[in-house]
């Protein structure tokens, strides 16, 4: 089954009782994988009881993903996160973390547990950096727009950093905010080295990722931890 790895899109969310395993690490060196990392893995998929149904070994050819875009089953990524150029890992996925009840064509069948042995063959870090709180005052000086893209709302509870543009990108149901992208416009050239705020970091870094692959920016930054490390570091946040 050709790219069957691929193939969770749109399967709906289930209970996740079951919990992922792993065995027989191999750690590897170099690069490790992060949210976002774009990753070339081997792999051999296999049900419980030993039935071959997909591996990229006989197709001589590694499957190519980046981390955290859903692009694979929710077993890959996590199983996956931490590991190094070289590494090998067996992972046991339970049905909730793989396909569920509705399996995955002829070959996994519904409620399958599935077994990976997978090989970690490069690794390609995100086309964007995080940023840490020793560096603010640094990047300040340096001119880097530091763009809060939470809600007014969230903003006025903690504060802000000071000198900080801020700018919603996604509205208190997590819908992207339409009329963002015409402000960024007005307020930012996409040359500007532009360092994006969440209130936790991961929103951040997926709107980083956003500019990175979709418009090809080449300057974007997500402050690592967001708004929450700042207030565990008791940083000096600005309130209107």
Excluded: C
Aim: aromatic share 8%; charged share 25%; no cysteine.
């Amino acid at each position: 089954m050709k790219f069957i790895i691929l193939l969770l899109i749109f399967i709906s969310p289930i209970s996740i009782a079951k919990e992922l395993k792993i065995i027989n690490n191999i750690e590897g060196d170099g690069l490790e994988i992060i949210n976002h990392s774009k990753i070339k893995v081997h792999y051999l998929g296999k049900l419980e009881d030993g039935t071959k149904f997909d591996s990229s070994y006989d197709r001589g050819e590694p499957l190519s993903f980046q981390i955290g875009m859903r692009q694979v089953i929710e077993g890959w990524e996590q199983g996956l996160m931490g590991m190094k150029v070289g590494g090998k890992r067996t992972l046991i996925i339970p049905p909730n973390l793989a396909y569920g009840e509705q399996g995955a064509g002829d070959l996994i069948p519904s409620n399958a547990t599935l077994i990976f042995d997978v090989e970690i063959i490069n690794i390609q870090a995100p086309g964007y950096t995080l940023v840490m709180t020793k560096d603010i005052a640094e990047l300040q000086k340096k001119n880097y727009k530091f763009i809060d893209i939470r809600t007014k709302k969230e903003r006025d509870n903690t504060g802000t950093i000071p000198g900080s543009l801020e700018i919603t990108a996604f509205d208190i149901y997590g819908k992207f905010v339409p009329e963002f992208m015409k402000t960024f416009q007005d307020l930012v050239d996409l040359n500007d080295n532009v360092v994006f705020i969440s209130n936790e970091g991961e929103i951040s870094s997926i709107l980083a990722n956003g500019f990175v692959e979709q418009l090809g920016a080449t300057n974007m930054h997500s402050f690592s931890g967001g708004i929450q490390q700042l207030i565990k570091e008791d940083y000096n946040l600005s309130k209107n």
